[in-house]
């Protein structure tokens, strides 16, 4: 993969075929991430996921903040909504297959000031990094949104050191009934999986990697699954 950043300090990693489409949606995808932000915010995250904003960050900020002098992959990291619960010690890589959503996250992690720090648009199906790479990967609101989300489990139990952690939070039936009902218009609407707490367990558990929720707000379940555990601590 290219080992230098372009102006915007994004590291394209794309296959030809996954360059083109993202090429014709780009325009969109560009427009889209300067608003996404207050769009998750104060539309998706309350009136679709049917969750609380603010506990969700705090979810996420009590789950990512002991993680400390650690290589870090956020994948699908969107605008780059996690940065901001990462200590300053780890090495932090953030990938989406969005160039737009990354330029967002870049301007994010310039007001950090991480050991290390890169972006790289590439896809969460197939991760370019070597195996055992990685001692915390997490994935925020988005496996939901991954064609073959089985696969993107699998690729990075795969990039995971032994006893290292994957953390998760994603839209989940099953867990809040209000949710449930809004979830089954949309998902088939805009090609969303309509996953529950046992579908994802399941990845986990096929991929090599022990799962254990952590927590619930609205639809939104958030858990972590650990490498090389028989039983999560």
């Known amino acids: 993969m290219p080992s230098i950043p372009d102006k915007n300090g994004?590291?394209?990693?794309?296959?030809?075929?996954?360059?083109?489409?993202?090429?014709?949606?780009?325009?969109?995808?560009?427009?889209?991430?300067?608003?996404?932000?207050?769009?998750?915010?104060?539309?998706?995250?309350?009136?679709?996921?049917?969750?609380?904003?603010?506990?969700?960050?705090?979810?996420?900020?009590n789950l990512i903040a002991p993680v400390q002098q650690a290589k870090v992959l956020d994948v699908a990291c969107g605008t780059g909504g996690a940065i901001a619960h990462f200590h300053e010690s780890n090495d932090y890589t953030g990938l989406d297959i969005s160039y737009g959503m990354l330029k967002q996250a870049v301007k994010k992690a310039q007001r950090k000031s991480f050991n290390a720090c890169r972006f790289i648009q590439g896809n969460a199906e197939q991760l370019i990094f070597n195996d055992e790479s990685?001692?915390?990967?997490?994935?925020?609101?988005?496996?939901?949104?991954?064609?073959?989300?089985?696969?993107?489990?699998?690729?990075?139990?795969?990039?995971?050191?032994?006893?290292?952690?994957?953390?998760?939070?994603?839209?989940?039936?099953?867990?809040?009934?209000?949710?449930?009902v809004t979830w089954e218009k949309m998902s088939a609407k805009y090609s969303l999986h309509s996953l529950t707490v046992p579908d994802i367990e399941n990845a986990c558990q096929q991929a090599g990697l022990c799962f254990q929720q952590c927590d619930a707000n609205g639809g939104i379940l958030y858990f972590q699954a650990y490498k090389g555990r028989q039983s999560a601590i």
């Open 10 to 61: 994004i590291i394209t990693a794309l296959t030809d075929e996954e360059a083109d489409v993202t090429r014709r949606r780009r325009k969109e995808f560009g427009a889209f991430a300067i608003i996404y932000d207050f769009m998750l915010e104060r539309f998706t995250r309350p009136r679709v996921h049917k969750a609380d904003p603010q506990q969700h960050r705090e979810v996420l900020a």
């Open 134 to 180: 990685f001692d915390f990967v997490m994935m925020d609101t988005a496996l939901h949104m991954i064609p073959n989300y089985q696969l993107a489990i699998t690729e990075i139990a795969r990039v995971l050191v032994n006893d290292g952690a994957f953390m998760c939070s994603t839209p989940a039936m099953g867990i809040n009934r209000e949710f449930d």
